[in-house]
């Protein structure tokens, strides 16, 4: 009992008592690493965000690790680490989406499309990193850097789509693409990577196996490897002795393995990076809905024929494994605080689709002004998203709403293609905080329901407190709810709990996402003053 109590006393102080019950069930888990074990170990998933299409790279002492993040702007994200399990965002690879004015919410939408499934490498002969991907399954764009962090420039388009794409920089300094979906496709780059000398078919996925994708190629002890994912249960590996351009044989690497989160799917596509002490780990995802595809780690040994091999226990991945880097060990954190006292976003910022520029700033707090006049959320400009921390969070917003015009619509959202949100609308100079839910999306990713207003209630004064949590263990039935505040301290739930949705097509999890929109004509503004998440891992 004494245990119980500590911990709900914790939970209290990380989410505050109006969301203990929904987050916490009367028991919170917010286990965290041990700094002081002699066997220091780290937890699956080693970050419990969205994080899919994982390529993980080590340059020096520090790991990188690029993702996909779609319709979201900037492109790419890209995180860093010491010890492969405790990572910070510290950039994306592609500056701005300009593919198009759909990219821009401009006659269109650029949902589901995007930055994915990309490679990440780099060149130690110009020390220069490289980011490529295919966009719009048309053509590849290949973007360049000398340090992670930026910043990082367009090099090259490639009239040619890379689909699924992994990079490899041979020892001689030869650029090598594995690309391809069941047909998987090596292609060698011109020494200054801007366009293609030579492609080559080298495998074929046998009807057996069926789709094969995702590939990373790697050239380890003189022999060169692929590894493609059969999804989404699946990674099999590809081993040539000849040369990258094979011929390559195949074994599985792993095929349905037991995920270390209850009810997610199998650990599978990622990629395998070595330690400077000569060890071997596998990052992949699993499919974490509604949360979204979360990155998972394992040790890897090879067998005494050269094929590489994920460490499980009788099947399983394990929930925790041995830290690879011992001498680093961090305090785990669970919450994330922002009150843009800076020009420039952090890197865990991401638009729903390109901004305005000219219609946002920070440094003394986010100043939001409306950026399109319409009536829907999901062709509103300037929606600024953060990933949701699993398995449970609280997002809080604090908002400056006096200069809101007659029409303004500003909140925060649960985001994607089955919405909700909280927020205040000003109507005939005055101000309401309504709950919205039902804003929903087709599956060609156009908006279907602009959403029903399911509660409103008049407020008075010019300060708005905006708080929505959200449960995102994997499954159904998964719950958000939506509450605000006049004070700052005691806040009232309004309308009524969003059931999340676990389907997987839209690919992108669910974000914490606030916005500010008009639907009669531009000139009002908000300032979001802090932005505040508690998690429990």
């Known amino acids: 009992m004494l245990k119980q109590i500590l911990q709900l006393s914790f ?8 969301v ?3 987050l916490c069930g009367g028991v919170c888990d917010v286990r965290a690493q041990s700094t002081t074990n002699k066997e220091a170990t780290y937890q699956n998933p080693v970050l419990w965000e969205d994080l899919a299409d994982a390529d993980v790279m080590r340059v020096g002492d520090t790991y990188y690790y690029s993702a ?9 994200p890209i995180l860093s680490s010491k010890d492969l399990a405790h990572w910070k965002y510290i ?8 593919f198009g004015s759909a990219y821009n919410l401009d006659g269109g939408s650029a949902y589901v499309r995007g930055t994915w499934a990309s490679f990440l490498g780099y060149r130690k002969s110009n020390q220069t990193f490289y980011w490529g991907g295919c966009i719009d399954f048309k053509k590849t764009y290949i973007y360049a850097a000398k340090a992670a962090e930026g910043p990082w420039e367009r090099h090259a388009v490639l009239d040619k789509c890379y689909y699924d794409a992994g990079l490899l920089v041979d020892d001689d300094d030869t650029m090598y693409v594995a690309y391809g979906n069941t047909t998987l496709h090596v ?5 200054d990577a801007t366009h293609e000398v030579r492609s080559e078919t080298v495998f074929t996925s046998p009807k057996e196996i069926g789709t094969l994708e995702g590939s990373r190629i790697y050239k380890i002890k003189g022999n060169y490897y692929i590894l493609t994912t059969k999804p989404a249960n699946a990674e099999y590996v590809l081993k040539s002795t000849s040369g990258p351009f094979g011929p390559y044989t195949s074994r ?8 270390p989160v209850a009810g997610s799917g199998y650990p599978h596509q990622g990629g395998i990076v070595q330690t400077a002490k000569g060890d071997w780990y596998y990052m992949a995802f699993i499919d974490a809905y509604p949360g979204g595809r979360a990155p998972v780690l394992a040790p890897v040994h090879w067998s005494a024929d050269g094929w590489p091999e994920v460490e499980l226990k009788d099947g399983a991945w394990e929930k925790s494994y041995p830290l ?3 001498s680093f060990v961090p305090t785990q954190k669970h919450e994330f605080s922002d009150r843009f006292r800076t020009a420039q976003l952090g890197p865990e910022w991401e638009w729903n689709h390109n901004p305005d520029n000219s219609k946002w700033s920070a440094g003394n707090g986010l100043r939001l002004k409306t950026a399109t006049v319409t009536d829907d959320l999901y062709m509103a400009r300037n929606t600024l998203t953060h990933r949701i921390p699993g398995p449970a969070s609280a997002a809080t917003v604090a908002l400056d709403i006096s200069q809101m015009k007659d029409g303004d619509c500003t909140g925060l959202a649960l985001l994607r293609d089955s919405s909700a949100w909280v927020g205040v609308i000003k109507e005939d100079h005055s101000y309401k905080v309504v709950m919205k839910t039902n804003l929903t999306m087709s599956r060609g990713w156009k908006t279907a329901n602009k959403g029903d207003e399911i509660e409103s209630t008049a407020i008075a004064g010019n300060k708005i407190w905006l708080r929505a949590t959200a449960d995102i263990h994997p499954g159904a039935g998964r719950q958000a709810h939506f509450f605000y505040s006049t004070d700052g301290s005691a806040f009232h739930e309004i309308g009524k709990p969003l059931v999340l949705n676990e389907a997987w097509p839209f690919f992108m999890g669910y974000r914490f996402a606030i916005f500010d929109y008009a639907t009669k004509s531009l000139g009002g503004e908000v300032i979001a003053s802090r932005f505040d998440i508690s998690a429990s891992r």
Request: charged residues 10%; aromatic residues 2%; proline residues 9%.
């Open 11 to 18: 939970c209290r102080v990380l989410l505050g008592a109006n």
């Open 20 to 22: 203990l019950a929904m």
């Open 68 to 76: 996909s993040n779609m319709h979201y702007s900037p492109g790419a």
């Open 91 to 98: 950039g994306h690879s592609v500056p701005v989406l300009d």
């Open 187 to 191: 292609a060698q780059l011109s020494p």
């Open 252 to 259: 599985v690497l792993v095929r349905d393995a037991i995920s």
């Open 324 to 326: 690879p880097v011992k």
